[in-house]
Nanobody, 125 residues
Framework: QLVESGGGLVQAGGSLRLSCAGS????????MGWFRQAPGKEREFVAG????????AYTNSVKGRFTITKDNAKNTVYLQMNSLKPEDTAVYYC????????????????????WGQGTQVTVSS
């Protein structure tokens, strides 16, 4: 089970930190990802981190603004979002993938088997 928290309403240029707590799994063996879905749009990859937090990946639109981290001791993955823009407005989901490949971060939704319920992020202009 994955549970996201930390969403909310923020002005453009502001920051939020999303958290995703996992339970019932060996967290350290899973690659974790953050995805988002805006109204009327498909769900898209935002950021991912490999199981041992060696490799990270970001979609181009968030590079330099968002940072994904993973605390295996706390079974939690974070997404620090800075310099937020109105186009970042979406429901953000965390997801877990058991890729079996060290250091690899997939970007496809199909690679992630477990999903949280989502948390709303709204950025006002």
């Amino acid at each position: 089970q994955l549970v996201e928290s930390g969403g909310g309403l923020v002005q453009a240029g502001g920051s939020l930190r999303l958290s995703c707590a996992g339970s019932g799994r060996t967290f350290a063996t899973y690659t974790m990802g953050w995805f988002r879905q805006a109204p009327g749009k498909e769900r898209e990859f935002v950021a991912g981190i490999s199981s041992r937090a060696v490799t990270t990946a970001y979609t181009n639109s968030v590079k330099g603004r968002f940072t994904i981290t993973k605390d295996n001791a706390k079974n939690t993955v974070y997404l620090q979002m800075n310099s937020l823009k109105p186009e970042d407005t979406a429901v953000y989901y965390c997801a877990a993938a058991d890729t079996g490949r060290l250091g690899w971060v997939p970007r496809s939704l199909n690679e992630f088997a477990d999903w949280g319920q989502g948390t709303q992020v709204t950025v006002s202009s």
